[in-house]
């Protein structure tokens, strides 16, 4: 079972950026489809960035492309979200999240078997 631990999370102003981190307890780049979800008050969890197994697929929301980056290290089997230009609509509570089955893009919460604790986000105007 692949526990995932999430940080980075914070309050910046707008324009401003974070990084958050999943370090996750086992090897995940070959094994697992990897995704970063997001889910803001009185909202439905959403599908922000995800790499299929092996990173040589990469989907982002239209909502956060050209703003955010995933990426990961193999070496420490960590997976990254950088957010770039931040929105206050960017608000919300942010989970790392693994896959064992096949990789759907966009993400699918039901498609993910593992998921971090989350880490809130704060935009503010």
């Known amino acids: 079972q692949v526990q995932l631990v999430e940080s980075g999370g914070g309050s910046v102003q707008a324009g401003g950026s974070l990084r958050l981190s999943c370090a996750a307890s086992?090897?995940?780049?070959?094994?697992?489809?990897m995704a970063w979800f997001r889910q803001a008050p009185g909202k439905e969890r959403e599908g922000v960035a995800a790499?299929?197994?092996?990173?040589?697929?990469?989907y982002y929301a239209g909502s956060v492309k050209g703003r955010f980056t995933i990426s990961q290290d193999k070496s420490n089997n960590t997976l990254y979200l950088q957010m770039n230009s931040l929105k206050p609509e960017d608000t919300a509570i942010y989970y790392c999240?693994?896959?064992?089955?096949?990789?759907?893009?966009?993400?699918?919460?039901?498609?993910?078997?593992?998921w971090g604790q989350g880490t809130q986000v704060t935009v503010s105007s």
């Open positions: 999240a693994a896959g064992g089955g096949p990789c759907y893009f966009p993400p699918l919460q039901y498609a993910y078997n593992y």
């Open positions: 790499f299929n197994r092996g990173g040589d697929y990469t």
């Open positions: 086992e090897y995940t780049y070959r094994s697992y489809c």
